[in-house]
């Protein structure tokens, strides 16, 4: 199937990195503008890197206890409404439908933005006892936020997630449950997306309209700004009051539950592009990938074709079958691409587009010699390899590129985080980009004039191996007050 | 987890169909009704049997050469309108949203009751040239279809499902994939949910609305209904037309495209469990269970509790690595319940009523014996088996249980089908339900009189496995006509 045209060049990050970014998305064959105002098409090439993105997230979700389960994604309108904070936060986005069978409906339905609200009709109804805690769910779905300004993947009015929603019968069983899946997102984020993120705490200003306290990881993208890429919420009691969802504990009391909600979404994907990505077009890390080798026969003469044919059939068997490449935790796909409506310059600059992290190039005088190129896609140096290494070479070179891509990531990161004593320092420096390290004193007022004067927020408020909050022992950058209070947050410009 | 309460009894079959199949799957947490009319939750027990289906559908689909794309949920309304059939098929059935971020919408969105014309409107900008195709996309989504009367998993306002969405150069490519899916729909609810179906044509009263031809298959429900259970649509060149889907061929001329949509949803779910289920709760074909084998310790005294549990935790274990076991083309669950605040009678009655096919319980007169007590759901009898035996028993119970469940649902079917002559035999006979073979001559006015006199419809028309109509050679069974157009229909009363 030939789905697509040639590519027109790719807008250099150095020139207008947003730009840069569209014409990945789109030239890459991602996903795409559609008819309806802030909706997009996600293609496949973009939803292949969401089902990788759900086959290991999934595995870790029911690892930590959760099960699957699916909930009306229309809301009755007052349900929203029982949670004041809830409600304040999400009215400006809905989307809801009135007219439904051919009548005007009696009440209202919203489209989802976030389920807790129909979930907790549900736990009302199914939690009676201590015995039916902990109830842990997750949802694939579909929400829906009315969003003014829309970006592929970023920030689009539809986008698919998944969101866990789980009961306990302790505060204490709650919080240690948000951070369980605080650390879960981490590991995912690094492990499979490649992309480095800070850990933290939001602060009030910034934290789920409804929750007592929101976890959350903070990537940083190559124009140095930050993308929040998931977020664990201790939703306490405040939903459970809302919809009177108690339990009789083992003392014979009813009890309020308390809770938790965690999400990660369609994002991520927006995230891994502009973490890893270069003007020459999508790079991906291995374990996103479909096709993670290409082989291109480069077949100038009838007289040779026959045998750089075989011998790129013969390679692709032979790079299935090698021990290397089955120790890896991922299929790989490898791909012989032998369209003959396509010249192989033209293949070349296809697979860097859309990303395929090893490109093979055989000729006939390869063959002469027996030996194949080797290009890394991060990497864009070709090597001469003899065909016998190949297959072993392979294995080992995906496994290093998707260190190697954290790795730089991370190191990118951290050049351009820094520390700042003042906020004089900190505005003088907040042009350049970056996360800025600050010791903070947690009022939410200096955090809005901040905002206003800087446009950059608190991305996160940094913990320690424990999640609690890191302490300073420094004056406050605003305030220059010390205080045993004061915390470590990292303050940026963000997505 | 414990996931819910003492199941109430069951009704049975006999007693009320209807009330029985809602017992199951209320009882074995398979769904429950949600405060939304006409929508249902999925819970875990019913949601893991969508995930198993999902995996397997999804393996097929990619296989037949569709890859997955996600297209927004939001429809504009005007593009429904574009295909006139189409939308006055759909009309009735609508979601329609009005309102969103906060001010009223210039053109009301409709919630997908089906994607082709959403999906249409981006074919249209994607394809240009005959290089282009053939495209063939599939999506996983929820959809709305505005019903009076529902019924958990059979009909449900919002339902889960994948439908696939085809173009091609030529009407026989499109004809030949509408077909490839037909066939690929029946082998999975075969072979998957053991469920067995007639494939044919849907006659042209009953065809999807938009469509040129619509294939289904079509099983029999223990109460003797049918039920359809997958549709594969040749949509011809209609909604081209509609929204100008056209290439440019090798020839230089300006051609439409060839299209074909096709799919199953939840619905699945329901049918599976009025396929195999019986008075004492579910019956799950092995390939759609989680947990394969429960073991239950049977421990009345504390001083042999220890070896009991020990010998069940290594009993799981030699199954788990058994040689057999592991040729089945799943991965099998195996749960030791050693969940001290329930009896063994109660977990008994658990596993029956959610549908683990093979139980086994140990007690310690077993331990003496050196034997286990095997139990398979469907068949219900209890067997005495040496330890060393039962691993490469359960392996060899499982895929025979699979087989058998086909098999008895067949003979159920074959019994219950009868060919007929004539209308007054056929109305003589349709009370006791059943499926009716008859001759049938094609008039739409007299399928629709047939309707109204029984409430009976035409489920379809049987094809060879060439997938052509099979010619009865017969007078038709109204008319009483003979004529070379003749073919086989298959008539009964359906959900």
């Avoid at 790719?10 to 569209?22: G, L, N, V």
């Avoid at 699916?70 to 809301?75: K, V």
């Avoid at 690094?190 to 409804?210: I, T």
């Avoid at 351009?416 to 003042?422: C, G, I, K, P, Q």
Wanted: hydrophobic letters at 40%.
């Amino acid at each position: 199937m030939f789905d697509g045209i040639m590519a027109e060049k790719i807008t250099p990050r150095a020139q207008d990195f947003s730009q840069w970014y569209q014409d990945i998305v789109l030239q890459a064959r991602l996903a795409d503008y559609s008819p309806v105002k802030g909706c997009m098409v996600i293609r496949a090439n973009g939803y292949s890197i969401w089902e990788k993105i759900q086959q290991d997230l999934d595995r870790r979700i029911k690892k930590s206890g959760a099960s699957n389960y699916y909930f009306p994604m229309f809301i009755p309108e007052s349900f929203l409404k029982k949670e004041a904070e809830h409600v304040e936060g999400f009215a400006p986005e809905l989307a809801i439908v009135t007219h439904a069978g051919g009548k005007k409906l009696e009440e209202p339905l919203v489209v989802r933005p976030t389920s807790e609200t129909i979930i907790n009709s549900m736990f009302a109804k199914w939690i009676q006892s201590y015995r039916d805690l902990p109830l842990m769910i997750n949802q694939w779905a579909n929400v829906v936020r009315w969003e003014m300004r829309t970006r592929l993947f970023l920030r689009t009015t539809e986008f698919l997630w998944q969101e866990g929603h789980t009961c306990h019968a302790t505060a204490e069983e709650a919080e240690a449950e948000t951070r369980t899946m605080l650390g879960v997102y981490r590991d995912f984020a690094e492990e499979m997306l490649a992309m480095p993120v800070y850990f933290g705490l939001k602060s009030d200003n910034e934290r789920f309209a409804g929750a007592l306290r929101t976890y959350c990881i903070e990537g940083m993208m190559q124009d140095k700004k930050a993308l929040q890429a998931g977020t664990s919420h201790n939703l306490s009691t405040n939903f459970a009051k809302a919809f009177e969802t108690k339990f009789l504990d083992k003392d014979s009391t009813q009890k309020l539950v308390h809770q938790t909600s965690w999400g990660v979404s369609t994002r991520l994907i927006g995230g891994m592009i502009m973490t890893h990505s270069d003007d020459k077009g999508l790079v991906l890390p291995p374990r996103l990938a479909r096709t993670h080798v290409v082989i291109v026969p480069v077949t100038p003469k009838p007289d040779t074709k026959a045998a750089v044919l075989e011998a790129a059939r013969k390679l692709k068997a032979a790079i299935e079958a090698d021990a290397t490449v089955k120790a890896l935790p991922y299929e790989i796909g490898v791909q012989v691409d032998d369209d003959d409506t396509k010249q192989a310059g033209w293949k070349f600059h296809e697979h860097e587009l859309v990303g395929t992290p090893v490109r093979i190039e055989i000729g006939p005088r390869d063959l002469e010699k027996g030996t194949a190129v080797f290009t890394r896609r991060d990497v864009g140096q070709k090597e001469f390899i003899p065909m016998a290494d190949l297959p072993a070479k392979i294995g080992g070179e995906l496994a290093k590129m998707q260190k190697e891509l954290l790795e730089k990531a991370r190191a990118f990161r951290d050049a351009n985080t820094t520390e700042v004593a003042s906020y004089d320092e900190f505005k003088s420096k907040i042009e350049g980009g970056g996360f800025f390290v600050a010791s903070w004193c947690g009022n939410s007022e200096l955090e809005k004039k901040i905002k206003e004067e800087t446009k950059a927020t608190i991305r996160c408020i940094r913990l320690d191996d424990k999640f609690e909050p890191v302490r300073s022992g420094k004056p406050c950058f605003m305030t220059g007050e010390k205080s045993e209070k004061n915390v470590v947050a990292i303050f940026a410009r963000a997505y």
